[in-house]
Structures are given as structure tokens and as C-alpha cells.
């Protein structure tokens, strides 16, 4: 997957029917403004600041969603079972504090 670019000149014909351009393209032959990597999504208008990218963020995260819900759902889950691992842990933690504070004032 290559990288495309779009035309940075907002009234110009290609930056409004998002044309894409090939890498090699400098400049757009309509208009002869520079061109700027862009989103290679159809729908979408990002101009990337990396002269590599091929989706910008937000697409990306789009298409790895579709692409490995179900990964993404075990993902989340396990993160969730890791918050909620820490989380207890660091309650035992004060439980165990408290604990030892109480025992202090207890009478021997
Ligand atoms: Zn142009
Ligand atoms: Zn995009």
C-alpha cells in the first residue's frame, strides 16, 4: 500500500473532488499547488504530516477495528481484568495498611 497526495489548495478542483495523486506528483497539475500526503480513505480529507502515511489516525483506528473486532474485544477485556487486577491490589494494599494501623491500638 503506497501512499497518496491531494492537492493542499482548497479551491482548487483536485483538493474538491479529493483527487489523489500518486507519490511521485510534486505539485498538482490543475492548479500547481503543492500536493500533501493525504488520507487515502475515499470520504476523508486529512493531509498527513508524515510523507509515508497512508490513512490518517482516525481511519486507522477505523480500519483495524473492522478488521480485528473480535482481537480488539479479548484486547479490551483483558485490559479491563488488568485494571480491575490493579485496582484490587492497590485496595488490599490500603486494606492491609489500615489494618496495620488498627492492630497498633489494639490492646495487647
Ligand atoms: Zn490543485
Ligand atoms: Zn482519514
Known amino acids: 500500500m503506497k501512499s497518496v497526495r491531494g492537492c493542499t489548495n482548497q479551491e482548487c478542483d483536485s483538493y474538491k473532488e479529493n483527487v489523489h495523486y500518486k507519490k511521485d506528483f510534486d505539485y498538482c497539475p490543475k492548479c500547481g499547488s503543492q500536493l500533501m500526503a493525504v488520507c ?3 470520504s476523508c480529507h486529512t493531509f498527513l504530516d508524515n510523507p509515508d502515511g497512508i490513512y490518517c489516525a482516525r481511519c486507522l ?36 495498611s489500615v489494618a496495620a494501623k488498627a492492630i497498633k491500638f489494639l490492646p495487647k
Open 40 to 42: 487515502r480513505s475515499r
Open 61 to 96: 483506528a477505523k480500519r483495524k477495528d473492522s478488521a480485528d473486532h473480535a482481537k480488539k474485544n479479548i484486547t479490551a477485556i483483558g485490559g479491563g481484568l488488568l485494571v480491575a487486577g490493579s485496582f484490587v491490589a492497590k485496595n488490599s494494599k490500603t486494606i492491609i
